[in-house]
């Protein structure tokens, strides 16, 4: 059974949803798109403040289907190629996406799936949560942007120990890492992250945006990035959210 992608609107958070719990949830080329456009959405409805990534049922993603690698590899590899394509703009869009993206983790996530987590803002995983970059215990290099995240995150020598390897790590090295950002119990996760997602929607939107932004850019040289810097606070003070808050902040210290 291919996996899908549900959505689901609770206050002011879009839940997307991978739903295909027979095969834990493993991605397929009918989500890509679908992510895709859920995002598109999202990003213009004002109502929507923050999206939570989840996977229904007692895993959060598998990653990529053997079966379909398998079949792919002996003959047809320019439709992989095409499905990893679309894969990689997924993985973009959530990166660029202006509002945050919580992933919220039970379970397993390998392969594909930790690459799909990595490549939200930020990780609510379950106590009991494993992840596994499987990629070389099948004899395949990462894809979804994995190495990129993890050389970010980690540096180059713990990226590659991890990438090499493919050992489990637990949720538990996961927030030792800083790749992981907050534990629940087991069955929690959810709703934890959708907590969180809720109270990031309580911060303007404009402020959002342009903290992820400079965020994902912060690599290039300090010079650019202090004028990038400089470019947002200008936009951001001008707008109506800034003059209410500095107004309500002022007001509070005369008391």
Known sequence: ?????????????????????????????????????????????????????????????????????????????????????????????????????????EGVAAGGGVSLALACDLIVASESARFVMAYSKVALSPDGGASWHLARALGRGKALELLWLGEQQSAQQWLALGLAHRLAPAGQTLEQAMTLAEQLSQVAPGVLASVKELVNDADRPLRPHL????????VNLTRPEAGQAIDQFLQGKRR
């Open 1 to 105: 059974m291919t996996t899908e992608l549900k959505t689901e609107r609770r206050g002011h958070t879009l839940v997307m949803t991978l739903s295909g719990p027979a095969t834990r949830n493993a991605l397929s080329p009918q989500v890509y798109a679908a992510g895709v456009e859920t995002l598109n959405m999202a990003e213009a409805n004002p109502e929507v403040g923050a999206v939570v990534l989840t996977g229904e049922g007692d895993h959060f993603c598998a990653g990529g289907d053997l079966l379909r690698l398998s079949h792919n590899r002996q003959h047809d590899l320019q439709t992989q190629g095409a499905n990893l394509e679309a894969f990689h703009q997924w993985i973009e869009a959530l990166r660029s996406f202006p509002k945050p993206v919580v992933a919220a983790v």
């Open 227 to 234: 004028e990038a810097e400089k470019q947002h606070f200008l």
